[in-house]
């Protein structure tokens, strides 16, 4: 998801020509089968590494100042924010007065409400599972595999979950098809006995999710699309095969893996989803991750919130375990080691072809309306959204000039710009260093820490989020005997815990990157080991800092699962003041500037988007032709 993918990284078994032990690796390997003194007949011997060696990894790295810095400095922040507060969520629950107890599975086991939402999340999980596949391949085929008019414009329509998602996309479908909605107050001009709640509950929730996670399918399903092997496919039409023999059998096989990881991925999704069934799943269909929040406010049933969050993060760590188990089983495989690049398919029968072109522009609509109507209606006055109908004299640039203008208006855009920024800075900056030191020495000592950085990776946010507030509402001696809860400094240390599994493992693949002979050719010339890291290694994975850096910075903007938990109020974020405008009837007025907020985010995000993938896509090719013609 940076421009470390666009640089190859070498695999571990592929040494590179001229790596220091290589060639008395083999003089080594050639004298032992030799040796006199061998009484194994010829046969090879298995050599063991001296025990100097096999510790000399963690030895060496000892010996580094920096590496020690590092090392402190990670250990402290990972007890402190990573394992202390979880593990203090687990004795509020488990043990409330120093003894085990089980009172919060009773209450949880007794309380209908509780069961109840835990069984919806379920529901919505595995609903989405098939949704969201069944849609996700079908616009990456339409788009990437099949010959289809317009292709090009499909996939821009289709795209549009990459520039805006979460609780910006929930509340701009709800001020369109909610209870006070643009399209409801229509309907209403004509039919005036039209339920306002029509899209609510079960429904909604899984028609805008659906439509809003099919993002990893347009982005890693595409690509794994592009290692079918077009000879495979034409020697199938050869035999005869039909295209639908060939699509089931040939190019889904190889889709596999990648359909398996964006499955579990979406079933996680559904399973801590929070935003839409909030948003719009009305007092029906609630599930855990609202109740958590509701149930968190108060002292009395913080337990079962905790309870709630434990439960989900043991489901995500089960799913996550399978998927690795699955991935290392080596089931799945393509067979060809250079494949020939693929070709579109065109779908001969003619009434198929009409069907799928049919279906992928009412995608395609589906798709575009939220956005379109969106830039709309931040030029248009509540009153004509209210009302359902819009005439020119509707047009206003009122609510623009009021969020640019206003101190109180733009505070929640300035407030999640700031928080973004800071936290993607310092994340990436510190995660350089880890990721050097676990890139550099890798040993017992490294793999642990790599686990521990990990930790926010397997659990959901809302457990995080909860885990932080419950650790410290009161003081601890790790952080200073300061009460960290209710400041506005604990949101920006769950936004940076949160992010640090994805810079971690980008930025380990950069550092990976870089050939070692420029780090031997400066321990050569002199340079000590900060030098090196200062003046060969940051230039030359600054590239990939900077993309991971924008991609953090674009997603916390809108974010609401964890600033719900921590925000403070005299620092409220977009993401709540977002949902605090989609409340009732009373909060019209702020609807036109919600569209305001949510055109700047997509603008923000579609630039960024352009940055880390477009720009650095397209910047190669010029360089590559005036090579060519020198």
Not at 492 to 500: D, G, Q, T
Not at 539 to 544: M, Q
Not at 592 to 620: A, E, N, Q
Request: hydrophobic share 55%; proline share 6%.
């Amino acid at each position: 998801m940076s421009d470390a993918q666009n640089t190859p990284v070498p695999p571990p078994s592929a040494a590179l020509p001229g790596d220091a032990g290589v060639l008395t690796g083999a003089a080594a390997a050639d004298a032992s089968a030799h040796d006199p003194r061998d009484d194994s007949g010829g046969r090879p011997r298995r050599r063991r590494t001296p025990r100097t060696q096999r510790t000399g990894g963690i030895r060496t790295m000892l010996r580094s100042p920096l590496a020690w810095i590092t090392g402190i400095v990670v250990l402290w922040f990972a007890a402190a924010f990573l394992v202390l507060p979880n593990a203090a969520l687990l004795g509020t629950t488990f043990f409330p007065d120093g003894e085990i107890s089980f009172r919060a599975i009773e209450k949880l086991l007794g309380s209908e409400r509780a069961l109840k939402t835990l069984g919806n999340s379920f529901l919505l999980a595995v609903t989405l599972s098939i949704t969201v596949n069944v849609v996700g391949v079908f616009i990456v085929l339409v788009t990437q595999y099949f010959k289809v008019r317009g292709a090009k414009l499909l996939w821009l329509g289709y795209a549009t979950t990459l520039i805006y998602g979460g609780i910006v996309l929930a509340a701009g479908y709800n001020f369109i098809y909610g209870r006070f909605g643009f399209f409801t107050n229509m309907m209403v001009n004509v039919w005036p006995d039209l339920d306002r709640d029509w899209f609510s509950g079960y429904f909604a929730v899984v028609f805008v999710m659906t439509f809003a996670t099919t993002t990893n399918h347009m982005l890693f399903l595409s690509s794994s699309l592009g290692k079918v092997d077009y000879a495979s496919i034409e020697a199938a039409k050869l035999m005869g095969a039909s295209a639908w023999t060939i699509l089931r059998r040939i190019v889904l096989p190889v889709m596999k893996p990648m359909l398996f990881a964006v499955t579990v991925l979406t079933f996680l999704v559904g399973l801590g989803a929070l935003t839409a069934p909030l948003v719009l799943g009305g007092p029906d269909f609630q599930t855990v991750a609202p109740l958590i929040i509701d149930l968190s406010r108060s002292p009395v049933t913080r337990d079962i919130a905790a309870l709630l969050a434990i439960v989900l993060g043991i489901a995500t760590i089960i799913l996550l375990a399978i998927m690795n188990r699955a991935e290392k089983s080596g089931v799945y495989f393509s067979v060809a080691k250079v494949a020939t690049p693929i070709q579109k398919q065109t779908i001969r029968n003619p009434f198929a072809n009409a069907v799928v072109h049919v279906i992928a522009y009412l995608l395609w609509v589906i798709y575009l309306i939220p956005v379109v109507l969106i830039v709309i209606f931040s030029f248009v006055d509540a009153r004509s959204i209210l009302a359902g109908a819009i005439t020119p004299g509707s047009f206003t640039l009122d609510n623009y000039i009021t969020v640019f203008s206003s101190a109180a208006a733009i505070r929640p855009f300035v407030v999640s710009v700031v928080y973004s920024a800071l936290a993607s800075i310092i994340v990436v900056v510190g995660v350089l260093f880890v990721a050097r030191l676990l890139q550099k020495h890798r040993n017992a000592l490294t793999s642990a820490l790599e686990y521990l950085l990990h930790i926010p990776w397997i659990l959901p946010i809302v457990l995080i989020a909860l885990a932080l507030v419950m650790a410290f509402d009161r003081p601890q001696a790790v952080v200073g005997n300061i009460v960290l809860t209710g400041t506005p400094i604990l949101l920006l240390i769950a936004y940076i815990c949160v992010k640090i599994p994805f810079t971690l493992r980008l930025l380990k693949a950069g550092f990976a990157s870089v050939p070692d002979s420029l780090e031997d050719a400066s321990r050569i010339l002199g340079a000590k080991s900060l030098t090196t890291f200062r003046r060969v290694l940051i230039p030359l994975v600054l590239p990939t800092a900077a993309a991971i850096t924008a991609l953090n910075f674009n997603s916390l903007l809108d974010d609401y699962d964890a600033a719900i938990f921590l925000y403070h109020p005299l620092y409220k974020p977009l993401g709540v003041a977002i949902q605090e405008s989609t409340r009732g009837e009373n909060n019209l007025d702020a609807m036109p500037i919600t569209f305001v907020y949510t055109v700047l985010l997509m603008i923000i995000m579609g630039v960024t988007m352009y940055l880390v993938y477009g720009r650095g896509s397209r910047s190669g090719a010029p360089r590559k032709r005036r090579k060519a013609r020198a």
